[in-house]
């Protein structure tokens, strides 16, 4: 029944993502947090299709869609952050986006490094790619991910009003606890064989459990 977290959550993330745009938001910070609140649903409803993923490529379609949608909402995620107290110019949010473009040119071959594979605890990913561009993609990856920490902790320092300040730590302890040293570190782990992927995809055909198989998402089967 634990896989009903994700769509649970993806529900959660659309209601706000909905009650937003009721609310015709006029501000960039709004109108980023909207399409943040729609990457994040989508994300967390693909974690829920990869635990009832029938075979193979129906899990390696539910991986690609995780994929995206995870790591692209951290560009859209700093871009809310950094509009909260000022709004940028179109110039600015060009040079934000810079390495989520190159992420994006790169992700067929981010995909070609990644295993889909079953374990006793269902489908899985691991890291089997080692070139250049696979490192240049995760480092795109981390320029985010850094970004939105060191934003939320500047948006903190600045502040002089007490109840700013307050929802500003709480947002950065958030940030810190749950999204970089949880969800971030914990699928890194996953990914290089460091943590047991107990809270993976649960469902998986017998003969594919039996075979013990996997196909990497560059279409190469692995055996």
Not at 64 to 84: C, D, G, K, R, W
Not at 188 to 211: K, R
Request: charged fraction near 15%; proline fraction near 4%; hydrophobic fraction near 50%.
């Amino acid at each position: 029944m634990y896989e009903y977290q994700y769509l649970m959550a993806g529900s959660l993330s659309l209601l706000v993502s909905l009650h937003i745009l009721v609310k015709r938001p006029k501000t960039p910070a709004l109108k980023f947090l909207f399409l943040f609140g729609i990457f994040v649903s989508l994300w967390e409803v693909s974690a829920f299709l990869c635990t009832i993923a029938p075979d193979f490529f129906t899990a390696i379609t539910f991986h690609i869609m995780l994929f995206f949608t995870s790591q692209f909402s951290f560009p859209i995620y700093l871009l809310t952050v950094l509009n909260v107290r000022e709004k940028r110019n179109t110039r600015f949010t060009f040079f934000v986006l810079i390495p989520a473009m190159i992420m994006l040119i790169l992700f067929p071959e981010y995909l070609k490094g990644i295993d889909i594979y079953p374990s006793e605890f269902g489908w899985s990913y691991r890291v089997i790619g080692d070139t250049p561009l696979f490192y240049v993609y995760g480092f795109c990856l981390m320029i985010y991910v850094v970004g939105i920490f060191v934003v939320l902790l500047d948006l903190r320092k600045k502040t002089k009003q007490p109840l700013l300040k307050r929802k500003y730590t709480i947002l950065l302890l958030i940030y810190t606890l749950f999204q970089t040293a949880g969800t971030f570190s914990t699928n890194m782990l996953i990914a290089y064989g460091l943590l047991t992927p107990n809270l993976s995809c649960l469902l998986y055909t017998s003969d594919a459990a039996d075979e013990l198989d996997g196909v990497d998402l560059g279409g190469r089967r692995i055996i």
